[in-house]
């Protein structure tokens, strides 16, 4: 068992995943397990019914959009240090979003989440993602399947065609890591309750982001969140240079957040 965030790192390098145990605790996982029941039923939340996000599946999107108690999802002291060794400094927040699924489900085509971007295959790292076990994860409720060391893999994995995985089985409270190149996917639900997970996603600070951050959350709302959690949303600047406005932030710019005079200081 990994114990520390370079053991995390070296595991993810090997074997493109590691599992951080007992990350939270159970009122935490509860906390956030009753919050999105009650968004779930004020969105009218359904399952899509499409081959990738399952026709007994519910999903959340945008999550910090919500407030608390998601705002302290993607700081998290147990996951944040790992996906920075993973993609570097200035990563960004990609999505926030829950994923329940429900009796009845099959097993998610096998993807790996890097698969739209256009890129040489095996590549250093450029999305870093998270599990959040709000439940048991077990084979037969659908935890997530993995294929071990598919991130050194030349290749996308075929869409819809069968692969040899493995199911990525954690207690309640403990979060899966993984590289975005590694081959994973959903599992099947044979059981009559609900496997309920938060897919907390990062990726590089040059990646494009999957969810908008900075118009998918109101700027009220964003006044309000940490210098930390604004740079996250994509309200820094990647290495010094890419994303200013007029050698400022967009967080400068807009809230005041740490003015500096040396932003195309990129050596």
């Given at each position: 068992m990994a114990t520390d965030t370079a053991e995390h790192l070296a595991r993810i390098e090997t074997d493109g995943y590691t599992l951080v145990e007992d990350a939270i605790s159970n009122d935490v996982a509860d906390a956030l397990i009753d919050d999105l029941a009650r968004l779930e039923h004020e969105l009218g939340t359904v399952p899509s019914a499409n081959s990738f996000e399952g026709a007994a599946t519910k999903r959340t999107y945008n999550l910090l959009a919500h407030g608390d108690p998601w705002l302290d999802v993607p700081v998290h002291p147990a996951v944040l240090p790992i996906v920075r060794g993973v993609l570097g400094d200035g990563p960004l927040i990609s999505s926030v979003s829950s994923i329940a699924?429900?009796?009845?489900?099959?097993?998610?085509?096998?993807?790996?989440?890097?698969?739209?971007?256009?890129i040489q295959r095996p590549s250093r790292p450029v999305v870093c993602n998270s599990m959040w076990a709000l439940t048991d994860f077990t084979e037969a409720n659908g935890a997530t399947r993995?294929?071990?060391?598919?991130?050194?893999?030349?290749?996308?994995?075929?869409?819809?065609?069968?692969q040899d995985s493995i199911p990525a089985e954690m207690a309640k409270g403990s979060i899966l890591v993984w590289n975005g190149s590694l081959w994973h996917g959903g599992g099947a639900n044979t059981t009559d309750g609900t496997r309920i997970g938060i897919a907390m996603n990062y990726c590089a600070g040059?990646?494009?982001?999957?969810?908008?951050?900075?118009?998918?959350?109101?700027?009220?709302?964003?006044?309000?969140?940490?210098?930390?959690?604004?740079?996250?949303?994509?309200?820094?600047?990647?290495?010094?240079?890419?994303?200013?406005?007029d050698k400022r932030t967009p967080a400068d710019r807009l809230y005041g957040d740490n003015p500096t005079d040396n932003l195309f200081d990129v050596t």
């Open positions: 699924i429900g009796p009845g489900e099959t097993a998610q085509p096998i993807h790996a989440d890097d698969q739209t971007m256009p993995i294929v071990p060391g598919s991130h050194y893999r030349d290749h996308r994995p075929p869409y819809g065609e069968p040059w990646i494009r982001q999957q969810e908008n951050q900075q118009l998918g959350i109101p700027a009220e709302m964003m006044a309000a969140f940490s210098p930390e959690l604004r740079d996250l949303c994509g309200l820094g600047v990647y290495k010094g240079l890419i994303g200013h406005i």
